[in-house]
């Protein structure tokens, strides 16, 4: 066992040693792009697990632990690393947890303390948590990525959304049943493969192989039958994590829905965009904000080559760039609210609305202080603004029962279908023949 290493303020500390022989737990929350990440650490020599339990005793863990007025994903996250541990899999002598923090004021940054309380509380306090960040919050030795590894990591972001947004567009018309899945895990085959060569490091080679996988879900054979189409935004990690939502992609895909899920790269760019407006309205360092500008124009070019790519086929509805989102949200916010989603999320509402996805879910962890602000209390002017906007804000929390949930939904569907069916029927009423008028000699 490696000996335990605390920092000079008692943070155990995740030892070169511990690299050696601990199995490192990583929780689920983007399916495609965090099988990417979890793969390409492992080419680092770490031993990664990612984490896919689900049930109820994962909330009944975080329960245990966590106060129950906590954040809801810190409560499932915390909850689900516990389970894990309990389950007998893992030893509790050589295994580490690790999370992202992103520097902000909100639960991506804080919870990691409340995850280390509650494994002492536990009965764990030799576990180490690993804080995986760009602000320089935490380090380890054991745990140091060189630029290949964090090329791996923004490119596993990349390609996740490539095909999270192709996926989307094509499994509900699929001809052949699960075509759509195979070719998501054949891609996540085969891109790990590539990241062993360094050379395929190269964004030339990214580019390539982004061009490539349009090509591939281009070739899947869809009917394109009318099916109603439905945003899914909120607070990050319930928009996107199956045990945090319910399952709510695998529920509208069963109810005959399109779901259209925004993508992640938007929100990597909102958090460096933050620092930019920070300067703006506090001042602050010019380099700071000079690298910032630098870093976001950077992300930015990146963003609208995926998108020329995406426009390549017209069978596919391209992402529209961060400014453009951006652009939506005047008049509406300001550009200081920034906690959690901040402004981004008022903004995804707006761009799938004028995109023409107007049934909008707004996921959203009970009492979650940002996303009750950006989202449900923008939702009423949204709709004042906005002719025709059906938008649901659903609450998750340990209290909120699935059937209540999916029964809101399934009221908001059924007015989208009342709007569609509406909408039809005035359409055909304007093609209808009408009679030629007779001229009288």
């Keep these: ?28 929350m983007l399916p495609v792009h965090f099988t990417l990440m979890r793969n390409a650490l492992r080419l680092d020599g770490f031993k990664m ?21 906590a954040c809801y994903p810190a409560l499932l996250v ?50 180490p948590v690993i804080s995986l960040n760009l ?80 090509a591939e879900f281009a ?3 869809v009917v394109h039958t009318e099916k109603i189409r439905v945003g899914i935004v909120g607070e990050i990690y319930i928009k996107y994590a199956a045990l945090g939502n319910n399952n709510l992609e695998k529920f509208l895909l069963s109810e005959g ?10 929100f990597a760019i909102f958090k460096v965009d933050n620092r930019v407006e920070d300067a703006k309205l506090y001042g602050g360092q010019h380099i700071k904000k000079a690298v910032c500008l630098a870093l976001r124009r950077f992300l930015e070019r990146k963003q609208q080559e995926f998108i020329d790519i995406v426009k390549k086929y017209p069978q596919f509805r391209a992402p529209v760039p961060y400014s453009y989102i951006k652009s939506l949200v005047k008049g509406y916010l300001g550009y200081g609210n920034k906690m959690g989603e901040g402004w981004l999320l008022t903004g995804e509402m707006l761009e799938l609305i004028h995109s023409g996805t107007k049934n909008i879910i707004c996921t959203q962890p009970f009492g979650c202080l940002p996303n009750h ?67 009288v000699h």
Aim: proline content about 4%.
């Design 135 to 214: 602000s320089g919050l935490e380090k380890n030795p054991g745990f140091k990525l060189g630029i290949n590894s964090w090329r791996r990591i923004i490119y596993s972001m990349i390609y996740g959304d490539m095909i999270m947004l192709l996926a989307n567009q094509c499994r509900p018309y699929e001809v052949e049943k699960g075509s759509t899945d195979a070719l998501v895990d054949s891609l996540i085959e085969r891109l790990t493969e590539e990241y062993k060569d360094p050379k395929n490091l190269r964004y030339k080679k990214v580019k390539e192989n982004l061009e490539k996988i349009a």
């Design 78 to 127: 915390i909850g689900q690393f516990i389970d894990a541990i309990k389950s007998g899999k893992y030893d509790p002598d050589k295994v580490a947890l690790i999370i992202t923090q992103t520097g902000g004021g909100c639960r991506a940054s804080n919870y990691i303390h409340l995850l280390r309380k509650a494994l002492i509380r536990a009965g764990y306090p030799q576990v």
């Design 257 to 266: 829905v399109e779901a259209v899920v925004p993508g992640l790269m938007d």
């Design 1 to 28: 066992m490696a000996e335990l290493v605390y920092d000079k303020n008692g943070r155990l500390l995740f030892t070169k040693e511990m690299k050696k022989e601990y199995t490192i737990l990583m929780p689920m």
């Design 373 to 439: 602000i950006v989202g449900k209390g923008m939702i009423r002017k949204i709709r004042e603004c906005n002719e025709g906007a059906n938008i649901v804000a659903i609450d998750y929390d340990p209290g909120a029962t699935r059937i209540n949930q999916e029964n809101r939904i399934k009221l908001m569907l059924a007015n989208a279908r009342l709007t569609a069916e509406k909408a039809k029927a005035n359409q055909n009423k304007k093609h209808e023949h009408k009679p030629e008028p007779v001229s």
């Design 49 to 69: 697990e990612l984490l896919t339990t689900t049930g109820r005793s994962i909330v009944e863990e975080g329960l245990k632990y966590v106060h129950n007025d």
């Design 219 to 221: 070739k899947i054979k």
